[in-house]
């Protein structure tokens, strides 16, 4: 059975530091992993999608990996700025015939300090 | 492209009654998935419609029901409530079918918060 988690459940640091978020899972069959950011009380943004073949991915300030043979992917957020506050999660698709929904971390809550 | 939409934003139901939520995917997509989310905890998946009919579902009880009609939207209702129906319900949308690129991506509504008194 995949699970999916996520540490730390939280994290606080100052405007302008560099950090990584952590995301591993159970069973490296997966056809994709997604990150997400959420502000209090909203929906999801997607912010990458790492398809199993993939090493990384890039947007902006952001670039995530994926280690598929060792269960983990990491989210690098640059530079990073007060809006940058919100709670990110991780997804994973299991691999498998019939196979389409996704399974979540609980998300580490993120706040930058300005 | 308006995004994905949910409609409404906000409900308060009493246990037992019944509840039905909206969703209008993104445009171009086909297949709209349900999720709800406790306070505290990631998205749990309830169940994908394409092409009309439920393809997957998950641990959910059969009071949560759904249907997708021929323009892609998407109905989730719950009957007789309980108070651990109350959360953040998901829809998402994606392509149904494989391809290049970032097929499968979801991309989430705004949520339908629910209440059960």
């Known amino acids: 059975k995949q699970e999916v988690t996520q540490i730390p459940a939280a994290l606080s640091v100052p405007e302008g530091e560099n950090l990584v978020l952590n995301c591993s899972f159970t069973d490296s069959a997966i056809y994709n992993l997604q990150w997400f950011r959420q502000d209090p009380g909203k929906g999801l943004t997607s912010l990458l999608l790492?398809?199993?073949s993939q090493r990384e991915q890039t947007s902006g300030r952001l670039n995530a990996s994926l280690d598929k043979s060792s269960g983990r992917s990491t989210l690098y957020i640059a530079a990073s700025q007060p809006g940058d506050s919100a709670t990110y999660l991780c997804a994973v698709r299991p691999w498998g015939s019939g196979t389409y929904k996704y399974i979540f971390g609980t998300g580490t809550r993120l706040k930058v300090l300005a | 492209d308006a995004g994905v939409t949910q409609s409404p934003t906000h409900l308060i139901k009493t246990r037992g009654q019944q509840v039905t939520l909206r969703c209008s995917p993104k445009?171009?997509?086909?297949?709209v998935s349900w999720y709800q989310q406790a306070l505290g905890q990631g998205p749990q998946f309830i169940f994908q419609?394409?092409?009309?009919?439920?393809?997957q579902r998950g641990n959910f009880p059969d009071r949560f029901s759904g249907h997708q009609f021929p323009n892609y939207s998407s109905e989730l209702n719950v009957n007789a409530l309980l108070l651990g129906d109350s959360a953040l319900y998901l829809c998402a949308s994606s392509l149904g079918l494989t391809g290049t690129g970032n097929y499968n991506e979801q991309f989430f509504g705004p949520g339908t918060r629910l209440t059960v008194l």
């Open positions: 790492i398809q199993s």
């Open positions: 419609y394409y092409e009309e009919e439920e393809r």
């Open positions: 445009s171009g997509h086909d297949t």
